[in-house]
């Protein structure tokens, strides 16, 4: 029985020993990253798909010195400084990632230290519109020096922690369509000009809410609903409702913003002073009133 009991005791000597061990990773060298890619939605109904294949994602590590930093010369853009977090083909349609949808795109270890730029490359870059039409555009850099992305404030991967970046492929700024965009037929081809906004989600909360309106006394929910989000007058983001009236805009710096949804046929309405807490998530409904036919009598 005593050996037993001293059996007993020093398994959990033994345990207790490893889970020191694992409660020390705080001061590891090492700390995880997470890359999630999303889209702020295309207002644009003649486009099925907005594809692009990416294949290389690095970022910049500010606290790595370079071998020619120690020798006292600056570093290249190509130095040490640049950590490559993935490589490998990922295609995504990018107008399937809208109302918190996204696709992860990078989830490994790195060097702990402030990482303040990524750069994403990508190639095989194409849209195709609702009659099957597929137009294969040029990358200006992206597939060579890669699409470069400043975060702002730098994101900061400390030992044996998690941090999660988000991208933002804004589509409607990135596809620009040559010809008369209202009609199929006068669409010519798309000017492939890349903006993507980069997210720290510890220091961003997300916006998100139904958006109804009320037909014979039951609420009803609204397709398509633009929302817009401006912080200090200027236009921050843009959004539209689902199939079930929800939306939702993630990567916005903690703070104050003024909502304003907006449909045709209805009257518009707008929200001031709608708090934004890091790392939560704040809800804003809204309840649309059909505009007064009068004056179309």
Do not use: W
């Amino acid at each position: 029985m005593k050996i037993k009991k001293l059996l007993i005791l020093q398994l959990a000597v033994i345990s207790l020993f490893f889970s020191c061990t694992d409660s020390n990773d705080v001061g590891s060298d090492t700390g995880r990253l997470s890359i999630q890619l999303t889209d702020a939605p295309f207002p644009h109904d003649l486009v099925a798909e907005a594809n692009v294949t990416i294949f290389k994602i690095d970022a910049r590590n500010k606290d790595m010195e370079s071998d020619a930093e120690m020798e006292g010369e600056m570093p290249d853009e190509m130095g040490s400084h640049f950590v490559v977090l993935m490589e490998e083909e990922i295609e995504v349609n990018l107008l399937e990632l809208t109302n918190g949808v996204t696709e992860t795109m990078v989830n490994t270890d790195v060097p702990v230290g402030s990482y303040d730029l990524v750069r994403v490359h990508v190639r095989g870059v194409n849209v195709v519109l609702t009659d099957g039409t597929t137009y294969d555009l040029e990358v200006p850099s992206g597939d060579q020096t890669g699409i470069k992305i400043f975060i702002k404030p730098g994101l900061v991967v400390a030992g044996g922690l998690s941090s999660d970046l988000l991208l933002d492929f804004d589509v409607s700024k990135s596809f620009v369509p040559k010809g008369n965009s209202h009609e199929l037929a006068g669409i010519t081809g798309f000017n492939f000009k890349p903006v993507i906004k980069a997210a720290n989600l510890s220091t961003a909360g997300t916006l998100k809410g139904l958006v109804t309106t009320v037909q014979e006394e039951v609420a009803v929910s609204l397709e398509g609903v633009q929302v817009a989000v401006f912080a200090a007058d200027t236009l921050n983001t843009t959004t539209f409702t689902d199939e079930t009236g929800a939306y939702m805009v993630m990567g916005l710096l903690a703070g104050s913003y003024e909502v304003e949804v907006e449909m045709e046929g209805y009257v518009s309405q707008e929200v001031e002073n709608v708090e934004i807490i890091a790392a939560n998530k704040t809800i804003q409904d809204f309840e649309l009133e059909l505009e007064s036919v009068e004056e179309g009598n």
